[in-house]
């Protein structure tokens, strides 16, 4: 099915008055375009669409600054982390390269919307009449023919034909004298302008994003408090001068940490938690959380997420019924280890006795299937329990175990746990709801393409020679053109039938559509 031409003709004073206003906007608008005709070239924006994906590309392919750690990516590139930083390689998304290319398509976009979407705007708005000359011409009309009755004007036809297509077939019907014009789904040609909007506001919310936006790092303990002024890396987007966010005074209260691990397998850990307390900067409590990996903790456009933990070198430990902290502060043979004296309740006469404590952790230990401590008692330069050949007495302990010395059987020992230090990632996105809005509005301009729109022209011509009224109907529709097909099928049976009542149904056909 081809296209028809449409064939403008004067519009209705009111119509002309009501749209004075958007025709000086659109006549601006095409002048502004115009204007800044360089960025209207399609290749250009195929050249930096490209660009831009390509960039995407390499922001998924290199380590980012913020996602993985500094000294990794150093290790990794060696003498070609300075010349690749320079690029802005590790920091793609607020790199120069990357939003001068975000400015330029955006202007590209801007203006040569002007110029692409102007026959989709003018095909959605306008409203035109055509004449019966005109409609004979075209490749896509049909005609109904009626007996001319002079008790019956044309107008009643007219009429009859409006309501027929505005109730059964849903169309907006605009009249003119003996002429209408029908059309519906014009909305669907307003789709690639929504889209372009969607972009358009895609593209500043993600430069805005480059100049506002920030990620922090902070190591924290169970039961210590931090602000996020107080945190132990701050990494802005963008280098300091042109950075321009602003760092909100909350404060974090670190309630708890917990680890959990696989029941197959122990040494890997299944999930890791934090809760926190959260209270804005005069010190009210807002709310209590926890958080894990992949269930951040969202405060407006500043989102907490648990990264790592690490093993701090402290360990909860009991002598008995008391309670004891012991920290890694020294190092035998190649292992770290806790050295500290016993309490005067386990020292005898002329005796110096001392607490050595080795950790084994899955994390930095290879073959160690599970957390545990090894502890050992050491008296005047000497294990006790040691013999020739034989490893001194020690006791092998998992978190909640306990164990005695065989030779000092007063003395029971219970690892409680070891303490770890949650690591947690901030970051501050203030793009983010509007690039989720972006999204949406690109989605929804593309659902708007999904649909067709439909125009049908319509005329009203004597034919006094034979004594006949003819309607005369051109049509056009820019997709579906089958299921149109179908819809004019029905539609010309029921013109003949409001038309023509008394015509057999069985001659009731759009054979000529």
Sequence with gaps: MSVSPVFPTKEDPKQESSNTMASVLLRWAILLGDTFSVFRSIPLAIV??????????????????????????????GENYR???????????????FICLEVLFFFNLLFGSFQWLRPAYLSATQVTFCSPEHILSSSQQFFVAFPLDQSKPVETSVKT???????????RVYQQENKLYASKGNFSRFGP?????????????????????FKAQKL?????????????????????????????????HIRDFKIQYYPEHPETPQQYYTTIDVRDGSGKFV?????SVNHPLNLGNLTIYQASFTPTGRLFLKLNDRS?????????GSRPASFSTLPSMFQTAGSLRSLIVFPFFVQQDPNVKAN?????????????????GKMPENLKLAAGESGEFPSMPGLRVTYDKPEMATGLQIKEAPEVFWVYLAFFIIGTGAVMCIFSQRQLWVAFVDKPDDGTIQCLVSYRTNKAKLSFLKELQALYPAMTSCLNPSTPKDNRRADTV
Excluded: C
């Design 372 to 388: 545990y401590i090894r502890v050992f008692l050491h008296d005047k330069g000497r294990f006790l329990g040691q013999a020739p």
């Design 287 to 291: 709310k209590t959380e926890t958080i």
């Design 48 to 77: 930096l669409l490209s660009l831009l994906a390509l960039g995407v590309l390499i922001g998924v392919w290199m380590p980012q600054e913020g996602l993985v750690e500094l000294p990794k990516i150093k290790a990794q590139f």
């Design 83 to 97: 010349w690749m930083k320079a690029l802005g390689l590790f920091t793609v998304y607020s790199s120069y390269w």
């Design 324 to 332: 004891e902290t012991v920290k890694i502060n020294t190092q035998v």
């Design 193 to 213: 302008v929504v889209a372009h909007l969607g972009i358009l506001l895609l593209l500043v919310s993600s430069v805005y994003g480059a100049f506002t936006g």
């Design 220 to 252: 924290v303990t169970p039961g210590t408090q931090f602000s996020l002024n107080q945190v132990d890396k701050m990494m802005p987007n963008m280098p300091a001068p042109w950075w321009h966010g602003s760092i909100a005074d909350w404060r974090f």
């Design 161 to 171: 034909v409006k309501n027929l297509l505005n109730k059964n077939f849903h169309y």
